[in-house]
């Protein structure tokens, strides 16, 4: 009897090892704006694309990766969402934005692109912010995946 099926396994499975060696992922850049709908003296322009909407966006960042906590993704009205949990520093720094700017809007920028803008009705006191950016599932898992390898502090709450 023969066994080539072995040999041809082995080979395979040493070929499949070789090919491990993966780039990491590429940080994702996530930040969230003040953004305006009229246009102010140095506010950048910004579109979102899937709404066709355009806002002035504040150059100076609210809120970073540095203040972000965690990273997780659902499924909300049958759409990928975006979960991303602020540490202290982030939670008191919107906190105390939202408080003192109601009927405002912040926009969410990921890797310098206006995903999301969200009307400011009331104080914001939770740790979790939920983007609702039009992402495919796939592309949801992929910016909390680079999201997580951004900061060593991050962590998934899966």
């Avoid at 919107?94 to 920028?109: C, D, E, F, I, M």
Wanted: charged share 25%.
């Amino acid at each position: 009897m023969r066994r080539p099926a072995r040999h041809v396994f082995i080979v395979i499975m040493l070929l499949l090892s070789m090919g491990c060696d993966r780039e990491p992922a590429q940080p994702v850049s996530f930040e969230v704006h003040i953004i305006h709908e009229q246009p102010a003296l140095g506010w950048a322009p910004m579109t979102i694309d899937w709404m066709e909407q355009t806002y002035f966006v504040y150059d100076k960042p609210l809120l970073t990766n540095a203040d972000v906590a965690s990273a997780d993704w659902c499924i909300r009205r049958k759409q990928p969402v975006l979960e991303v949990s602020l540490n202290d520093s982030g939670q008191h720094a919107l906190a105390r934005y939202t408080q003192h700017n109601l009927k405002s809007r912040l926009g969410v920028l990921i890797d310098g692109k206006l995903v999301a803008a969200m009307f400011v009705e009331q104080p914001m006191y939770d740790h979790v912010i939920q983007v609702d950016g039009n992402f495919t599932r796939q592309q949801v898992k992929s910016i909390v995946h680079r999201l997580l390898e951004n900061n060593e502090d991050t962590e998934i709450r899966k």
